[in-house]
Each structure stands twice: as structure tokens, then as C-alpha cells.
């Protein structure tokens, strides 16, 4: 579905990050984390392909996204002003796998990667698994980049946070904090799974952890989407076929954007 949206806020919240709030006339309030939508930046020629941006919040005729400057087609988003229209495709996507029965869940969100990963904290509590067996971890290079603090601790979950230069909690990677807790919920005889949107590095991480160490887990993929529709091919991601030989490639605006993280064959 095509439409226009009214700008009706488009604010920096620190970092080059900013939330554009559009007026939609279209309730998704209800939205499951993973829904997209696929932006025309600008009015113009120029870029010909539109951007795919997490829904960060939605009531039921207005929508947020978060979205960092960096780049040419981000940077002209940031120069749309109240009033303006914007062409809209979506809502778009699919979304995580509940937890199993008693499983605890490890929420992982690397810088602007963190609104499916709110959302689902949102909505798995609205489904009724208790905060306890909630935990959001949150990386960034440096705690400037740590966004959206107040609402994650609205949330009232267990919340520790990651920065590459050490300037708010753990000194080091965020998949660094994962797999400490996974390491100690085995010990103690824990059942739990992860759910992580954040930047390539960060995901391929998460895959690689995966794989060495039997953990279950799904990533929700920033891949660039030039069409959204699937036609053009340019989402295509490598995942592992069922037979284990070639691989399967799969478009991520159709399938996905969210996949099991140890089916991704990362470069």
C-alpha cells in the first residue's frame, strides 16, 4: 500500500540521530515488532529509490521512525518540515517467534537498530511474559549514541548497556554482554533465546555465537531495500538451504526482515 503521510514533527535527538513522526491517518497501533516502512525521502528525482525504516511507535493515525544522518538520502529526510508530504509503502515485514514456554529473553539492540527490539519488548509483555524474563541489552560506540534511554526504562525490564569506549556500562561490544549471560543462564540451567537488530558486525556476531555455541536466535536485518516490492532484487541475503549445501538466497523486504540467526551466511 502507497500513501502519502503529513510531517508532523522532525526532530535531531542527539547523535545525527532524529524521529520523524508522520501523520498516517492509519492505525497500526497494534503493529508487531519487524514492521517497516519504505520512505521517499525526497519529492524529487533524486534518490530514485526509497528508504525502509523500522516503526518505532504508532498510534492510531500517526507513526514514529528513528533514523540516523549518514548519508545522502538520510540527510535530505532530515530536511523535510512540518507540513510536508511524504510518500509512504508499507506497513511492511514479518516478525520475531515467541519465546518457548518459560524461556527468558534476550533483547539486543546496536545503536539505531533499537526500535523492533523496543517494540518487542512491548509486545511480548503485552502478551503476558513477565518482565522478569525480559532483558534488554544496548550497545553503542559511545553512550551519546545510547537513544531512546527514557523509554527503554519506561519499559521496567531488566536494562544493561554496552559502549565501545566505555563511557556508560560495559566497556566493550554489546555481544560481549550476550554471551556472558547466555554462559551464565547455562550454567544455571536457563532456557533462553535472542532477538538483536543493529548493524552488520553486530548481527554476524550474533550468528557466529549461534553457531558455536548452540544458542537460538532471530536478527531483524537492515539490508537496503531499493524497491520494497521485491522486483528488483537488491535485498537479497545468503542463508543456509535445508539440505546444508548451496544456499538459499532470499529477498529480505518479502521474507523478511527478520531471520533466524544462524540461517544468515554473512560475507
Given at each position: 500500500?502507497?500513501?502519502?503521510?503529513?510531517?508532523?514533527?522532525?526532530?535531531?535527538?542527539?547523535?545525527?540521530?532524529?524521529?520523524?513522526?508522520?501523520?498516517t491517518?492509519?492505525?497500526?497501533?497494534?503493529?508487531?515488532?519487524?514492521?517497516?516502512?519504505?520512505?521517499?525521502?525526497?519529492?524529487?528525482?533524486?534518490?530514485?529509490?526509497?528508504?525502509?525504516?523500522?516503526?518505532?511507535?504508532?498510534?492510531?493515525?500517526?507513526?514514529?521512525?528513528?533514523?540516523?544522518?549518514?548519508?545522502?538520502?538520510?540527510?535530505?529526510?532530515?530536511?523535510?518540515?512540518?507540513?510536508?508530504?511524504?510518500?509512504?509503502?508499507?506497513?511492511?515485514?514479518?516478525?520475531?517467534?515467541?519465546?518457548?514456554?518459560?524461556?527468558?529473553?534476550?533483547?539486543?539492540?546496536?545503536?539505531?537498530?533499537?526500535?523492533?527490539?523496543?517494540?518487542?519488548?512491548?509486545?511480548?509483555?503485552?502478551?503476558?511474559?513477565?518482565?522478569?524474563?525480559?532483558?534488554?541489552?544496548?550497545?553503542?560506540?559511545?553512550?551519546?549514541?545510547?537513544?531512546?534511554?527514557?523509554?527503554?526504562?519506561?519499559?521496567?525490564?531488566?536494562?544493561?548497556?554496552?559502549?565501545?569506549?566505555?563511557?556508560?556500562?560495559?566497556?566493550?561490544h554489546?555481544?560481549?554482554?550476550?554471551?556472558?549471560?547466555?554462559?551464565?543462564?547455562?550454567?544455571?540451567?536457563?532456557?533462553?533465546?535472542?532477538?538483536?537488530?543493529?548493524?552488520?558486525?553486530?548481527?554476524?556476531?550474533?550468528?557466529?555465537?549461534?553457531?558455536?555455541?548452540?544458542?537460538q536466535?532471530?536478527?531483524?536485518?537492515?539490508?537496503?531495500?531499493?524497491?520494497?516490492?521485491?522486483?528488483?532484487?537488491?535485498?537479497?541475503?545468503?542463508?543456509?538451504s535445508?539440505?546444508?549445501?548451496?544456499?538459499?538466497?532470499?529477498?529480505?523486504?518479502?521474507?523478511g526482515?527478520?531471520?533466524?540467526?544462524?540461517?544468515?551466511?554473512?560475507?
Amino acid at each position: 500500500m502507497i500513501f502519502d503521510a503529513l510531517v508532523q514533527a522532525n526532530d535531531p535527538i542527539g547523535g545525527d540521530n532524529w524521529i520523524l513522526r508522520l501523520s498516517t491517518n492509519r492505525d497500526i497501533s497494534n503493529f508487531r515488532a519487524g514492521v517497516f516502512y519504505h520512505l521517499k525521502v525526497d519529492p524529487g528525482p533524486f534518490p530514485l529509490f526509497r528508504r525502509a525504516y523500522s516503526v518505532l511507535s504508532a498510534t492510531r493515525d500517526e507513526a514514529e521512525v528513528l533514523y540516523k544522518v549518514t548519508g545522502t538520502g538520510t540527510r535530505l529526510l532530515s530536511r523535510r518540515r512540518v507540513g510536508e508530504r511524504i510518500s509512504v509503502m508499507g506497513p511492511l515485514g514479518n516478525t520475531f517467534t515467541p519465546p518457548g514456554e518459560g524461556e527468558t529473553a534476550l533483547l539486543v539492540a546496536g545503536g539505531v537498530g533499537v526500535p523492533p527490539i523496543l517494540r518487542w519488548a512491548e509486545n511480548l509483555m503485552a502478551d503476558g511474559v513477565p518482565k522478569e524474563r525480559i532483558i534488554f541489552l544496548f550497545g553503542a560506540r559511545t553512550r551519546d549514541e545510547l537513544v531512546l534511554r527514557d523509554r527503554l526504562v519506561r519499559l521496567g525490564v531488566s536494562l544493561h548497556y554496552a559502549t565501545d569506549d566505555g563511557t556508560e556500562g560495559y566497556h566493550g561490544h554489546v555481544t560481549d554482554l550476550l554471551r556472558m549471560h547466555w554462559q551464565e543462564f547455562r550454567k544455571a540451567g536457563v532456557a533462553a533465546r535472542f532477538y538483536a537488530c543493529g548493524p552488520g558486525p553486530m548481527l554476524k556476531a550474533c550468528t557466529d555465537l549461534c553457531l558455536k555455541l548452540d544458542v537460538q536466535g532471530e536478527l531483524a536485518l537492515e539490508t537496503p531495500m531499493p524497491c520494497g516490492s521485491g522486483v528488483c532484487l537488491g535485498c537479497i541475503i545468503a542463508t543456509r538451504s535445508a539440505a546444508g549445501d548451496l544456499p538459499t538466497y532470499r529477498r529480505t523486504c518479502i521474507d523478511g526482515p527478520i531471520f533466524a540467526a544462524c540461517e544468515v551466511l554473512w560475507p
